[in-house]
């Protein structure tokens, strides 16, 4: 809940910073004083940049898939407590820089009443990291501990959407608009497992890792505030809210081996699932043909 309160602050802060800015602007620009349906008419490009308020979770999920009569003695009790502490969902929320480019079109619906087209792209500064840690007894060893990490990253390299808009314009020059449609964007992920004994009963110190990208497509929904300075350029605020596919991938067997030996003590497989989505924030600039 935390991620669209604070997305819907941020918004109503860049729409009083915009009307606040529109008495500089409409000395800079001569902006119209009624609202023009033909000012408004026709393509336009422009630049675009703020924050991606980034609410994802990553659910790792780690499993036994040896039955207990190929485990060792220690491994019965060792690999149910290392798997336990190898599973969770942490979640791995950001706020990160995003900014790019956007083209579109709009069409007047008399003095009113305008929709239109608009297509962007978005890069994204930095990635996102969570790590849970967990220490759990180990059953029948009391007071031997087994130390877990279980580290997510996460990353959205560029977004992009193609949406409607359909809104109101209003004095002066103003348009109040909802936005919705497709977004598709480029995203990556990795994981790290981690267990250990303290103090030690004779396993070794067990580790996994996984990783995967892939081009992940989702929607988009939305809404703006635009200002016509003059002729040729508007000012907009925007909030977007997105959500992509899943990505999903097997990381490397999660097994323990007796010290010095190759008898497997205990084996495992994990598996990882991220969710991408957030919020973003952001201003435009856009120049009307």
Request: overall charge neutral.
């Amino acid at each position: 809940m935390k991620q669209p309160v604070l997305a819907a602050a941020a918004v109503a802060a860049l729409a009083c910073g915009t009307l606040a800015f529109s008495g500089l602007a409409r000395a800079q620009f001569g902006a119209p004083a009624t609202p023009s349906s033909a000012l408004w008419s026709g393509f336009y490009v422009g630049v675009n940049g703020g924050a991606n308020v980034g609410d994802s979770t990553t659910s790792v999920s780690t499993a036994l898939t040896f039955d207990n009569s190929f485990l060792t003695p220690e491994g019965q009790t060792y690999g149910p407590t290392a798997t336990r502490g190898a599973s969770g969902s942490p979640s791995v929320g950001s706020t990160r820089f995003i900014g790019g480019g956007q083209l579109g079109i709009n069409f007047p619906i008399g003095q009113m009443w305008m929709a239109g087209v608009e297509a962007d792209i978005d890069g994204q500064s930095g990635s996102s990291s969570a790590t849970i840690n967990n220490s759990f007894t180990r059953p029948g060893f009391a007071p031997d501990v087994v130390n877990t990490s279980l580290a997510t990253t996460k990353q959205l390299n560029w977004l992009s959407t193609v949406r409607a808009r359909f809104g109101v314009m209003f004095q002066p020059s103003w348009w109040l608009y909802a936005t919705g449609g497709l977004a598709i964007g480029d995203v990556s992920s990795s994981t790290h497992l981690t267990a250990t004994e303290a103090p030690n009963t004779g396993s070794t110190d067990v580790s996994a890792t996984g990783q995967s990208a892939k081009t992940s497509p989702g929607f988009t929904v939305g809404g703006g505030l635009e200002w016509l300075l003059g002729q040729r350029w508007s000012l907009k605020a925007e909030y977007l809210y997105y959500r992509l596919g899943s990505l999903t991938y097997s990381n490397t067997p999660f097994s323990a081996f007796l010290n010095g030996t190759t008898t497997v003590d205990f084996n495992a497989t994990s598996t990882s699932r991220v969710r991408f989505n957030g919020n973003i924030i952001r201003l435009g600039l856009n120049y009307h043909f």
